[in-house]
C-alpha cells in the first residue's frame, strides 16, 4: 500500500496541467506569411497545454465562429476559444512601429470554473506571443481581453469546496461502513440479523439508507459552513447537490460492505480504507484538474466514481446547471451505488 500511495502521488502530485481542449478563431487579414495571429498560433500548437480541436479562418467569417466557440463553452466541450480580429496584425505593427495606435487584442472566452485551467491557458498565450515578438522587444503590443462564461468572480475555494464535500461523503460513509461491517461480522451481529426474515436487500437498503443520510448531514454542514465564513458561490439548486450526495453515499456505502466481506478482521479491512481513498483523492480532480494528471493515468480517472460527483457539483454550484445538464454524472453514480448495492446483497445472500 505505501508503493501505490506514493507512486499515484508523485506522479500526480503538482502535476503541468495539459491537452487542455480549445478552439481558435483566426479572423486576421493579413496575408499568411505576414500575419502574427498566425504565428502565434503555430507557436500554440507546438505546446502540449493546449489541445486546439479546431481553427477557423477567414472564409468561416459566415459561420459567425465565436458563436459557436462560445456555444461549445457553454455546453463545456471546450474550456476556451481564442479569438484573432480582423485587424490584429496590423494593430500590432502600428504600435510596435511608433509606439501609438490601439494594441492589438487576443480576446479569451473561457469556462471559469477552474481558475488553474485559465491561468494555464493565458499564461500559453503570452508565452507564445513572447516567442513570436522575440526577448528584444520593448513595447508588447499585445494585450489579452478575458471573457468568463462561467465563474465570474469565482475564487480557488469556490473550485475546492465541491470537492470537498464529495470527498467528506465518501469519507464518512466509506470508512464507517467498511469498519462497522467487520466488526458487526465478528462479533457475529450481522450473523444473528440474517436469522430474521429480513431479506439481504433490505438489510443493504437500511443500510444504504443510514449513511446516505450521515453523509448528507455532513454535506450540510460543509455547505453552510462554507457559504457562512468564506462566501462561496452557488449558483444552482443545492437540493440537487445534496441529491448527488446522497446516491454518492450510498454508493460508497455498498462498496464499503461489499470489501469487509473480503476482509477476515478489522486489521485487513482497514488496509482496503487508503487503497480506495488515495486513488480518489488525487485522480478525481478535487486539489487540481484532471488535466494536470499524467495522460497514463488519466483514463483511470474515468474509473473513479468521486470524479463523476464532483464534476457534478461544480457544475450546478458555478455553472448554474440543473439536473438536465448534469444527467451523465449522475447517472453514473445511479449505477455506481446500483452495482455495489447489488452485489452487497449478493455476498449477504452467500453468506447467510
Given at each position: 500500500?505505501p508503493?501505490?500511495?506514493?507512486t ?12 487542455i ?7 486576421d487579414?493579413?496575408?499568411a506569411n505576414q500575419?502574427m495571429?498566425g504565428?502565434?498560433?503555430?507557436e500554440?500548437?507546438t505546446?502540449?497545454?493546449l489541445d486546439?480541436?479546431?481553427v477557423?479562418s477567414?472564409?468561416d467569417?459566415y ?9 461549445k ?5 471546450i474550456w476556451?476559444i481564442?479569438f484573432?480580429?480582423e ?12 509606439g ?6 487576443v480576446?479569451?472566452?473561457a ?9 494555464a ?8 506571443i513572447?516567442?513570436?515578438?522575440g526577448?528584444s522587444?520593448?513595447v508588447?503590443?499585445?494585450s ?10 469565482a ?9 470537498v ?9 466509506f470508512?464507517l461502513?467498511?469498519i462497522?461491517?467487520?466488526h458487526e461480522r465478528?462479533?457475529?451481529t450481522l450473523?444473528?440479523l ?7 436487500g ?8 443510514a449513511?446516505g443520510l450521515v ?13 457562512a465564513l468564506?462566501e ?5 439548486n443545492p437540493f440537487t447537490?445534496?441529491l448527488i ?11 464499503g ?7 477476515k478482521n478489522?486489521?485487513q479491512?482497514i488496509?482496503f ?6 486513488p480518489?483523492?488525487?485522480?478525481s480532480g478535487?486539489f487540481w484538474p ?5 495522460a497514463?493515468l ?8 468521486l ?6 457539483m ?6 448554474g446547471w440543473?439536473?438536465g445538464?448534469i444527467?451523465?454524472e449522475?447517472?453514473v ?13 449478493y ?5 447467510r
Open positions: 500500500m508503493l501505490i500511495m506514493i499515484i502521488f508523485g506522479y500526480t502530485f503538482g502535476g503541468d496541467v495539459k491537452n481542449d480549445v478552439c481558435v478563431v483566426n479572423l487579414q493579413a496575408p500575419s495571429a504565428a502565434i498560433i503555430s500554440l500548437g505546446r502540449d497545454t486546439i480541436v479546431r477557423y477567414p472564409s467569417a459561420l459567425d465562429p465565436v458563436a459557436i466557440g462560445r456555444e463553452v457553454e455546453d463545456a466541450d476556451a481564442i484573432f480580429n485587424t490584429f496584425t496590423q494593430d500590432a505593427a502600428a504600435i510596435a512601429g511608433d501609438t495606435g490601439q494594441s492589438a487584442l480576446r479569451l472566452i469556462d471559469g470554473t477552474n481558475p488553474n485551467i485559465v491561468q491557458i493565458s499564461n500559453d498565450i503570452l508565452t507564445a513572447r516567442a513570436v515578438l526577448t522587444a520593448f508588447v503590443p499585445i489579452i481581453s478575458t471573457d468568463l462564461v462561467y465563474g465570474e468572480g475564487r480557488f475555494i469556490d473550485f475546492f469546496a465541491p470537492g464535500m464529495g470527498l467528506a461523503a465518501m469519507m464518512v460513509t470508512m461502513s467498511i462497522s461491517f467487520i465478528t462479533t457475529s450473523d444473528r440474517l436469522t430474521t426474515p429480513v431479506t439481504e433490505e438489510i443493504v437498503a437500511g443500510y444504504a439508507l449513511f453523509g448528507l448531514v455532513q454535506s450540510i454542514v460543509i455547505i453552510l459552513t462554507a457559504v468564506f462561496i458561490q452557488i449558483v444552482g447537490v445534496l450526495i446522497f446516491v454518492f453515499g450510498a454508493g460508497n456505502q455498498g462498496m460492505f461489499l470489501l469487509s466481506s473480503l476482509a478489522e486489521f479491512a488496509q480504507i487508503p487503497l480506495i481513498l488515495f480518489s483523492l488525487l485522480l478535487v484532471i488535466e494536470a494528471v499524467p497514463f488519466r483514463p483511470v480517472s474515468y474509473f473513479v466514481p470524479t463523476y460527483a464532483v464534476e457534478g461544480r457544475s450546478i454550484m458555478i455553472r440543473g439536473m445538464s444527467w451523465p449522475f447517472a453514480l445511479v449505477i455506481f451505488a446500483g452495482i455495489m448495492l447489488l452485489l452487497s446483497a455476498s449477504l445472500r452467500k453468506r
